[in-house]
């Protein structure tokens, strides 16, 4: 069984290191529960829920974005997976 759910991006933090180049972002989310939404099935009984995810690759840096919308999909994996 697997779960899509459906995130808002909150905030984008980045830090940077001694010469000021950006170093990471840490990536904050947050569930979408309107109920007309995708999420309506199961924000009904799990009204809230946020991810946040440290990016340390450069070329990621500036993709996302505070204001759009993703999917995170969650997926059973084994632990080797």
């Known amino acids: 069984m697997s779960l899509r ?3 808002s991006v ?3 933090h980045r830090s940077a290191d001694s010469n000021g180049d950006i170093s990471s972002e840490t990536i904050n ?3 979408v529960t309107a109920t007309n ?3 309506a099935k ?4 799990t009204p809230s829920g946020t991810l946040s995810f440290t990016v340390n690759n ?3 840096f ?3 974005l505070p204001g759009q919308f993703y ?3 969650l997926v059973p994996s084994t632990k080797e997976g």
């Open 42 to 45: 199961w924000s009904k009984w």
């Open 71 to 73: 999917y995170v999909d």
């Open 10 to 12: 909150t905030s984008v």
């Open 5 to 7: 759910l459906k995130m």
């Open 62 to 64: 500036g993709k996302v």
């Open 58 to 60: 450069p070329d990621a």
């Open 29 to 31: 989310l947050q569930a």
């Open 37 to 39: 939404t995708e999420n």
